[in-house]
């Protein structure tokens, strides 16, 4: 089992950008075979999912943040990024990276489960 890891938050003021990282907790283990995710989830709300990118680096974007929000592999595959620009109060959440050993198919990723992190808080005022 893969044990994504999260980094990145912070505290941020409206107009202003983040970039969340995610690797795996064994040293140089790469993502390269599976489907990743970003997920957030507010307080009193839903996970929900942000950004998902396939093996083949296709990727797919919540309607809320697209256009602002990009989400991209490095260092071979071994850190998955979510660049985050224009963050809004809505943006606020804790951000979760899930790696699962599937395929994406329409908005999400399908065929195993998900493999979540711990987390990294993202909050931004007005």
């Known amino acids: 089992q893969v044990q994504p890891v999260e980094s990145g938050g912070g505290s941020v003021r409206s107009g202003g950008s983040l970039r969340l990282s995610c690797a795996a907790s064994?040293?140089?283990?790469?993502?390269?075979?599976?489907?990743m995710g970003w997920f957030r989830q507010a307080p009193g709300k839903e996970r929900e999912g942000v950004a998902h990118?396939?093996?083949?680096?296709?990727?797919k974007y919540a309607d809320s943040v697209k256009g602002r929000f990009t989400i991209s592999q490095g260092d071979g595959k071994r850190i998955l990024y979510l660049q985050m620009n224009s963050l809004e109060p809505e943006d606020t959440a804790m951000y979760y990276c899930?790696?699962?050993?599937?395929?994406?198919?329409?908005?999400?990723?399908?065929?195993?489960?998900?493999?979540w992190g711990q987390g990294t808080q993202v909050t931004v005022s007005s």
């Open positions: 899930a790696a699962m050993q599937g395929w994406l198919l329409g908005d999400s990723c399908t065929g195993g489960q998900n493999n």
């Open positions: 064994r040293p140089g283990f790469t993502f390269a075979a599976y489907c």
């Open positions: 990118i396939d093996s083949d680096g296709k990727t």
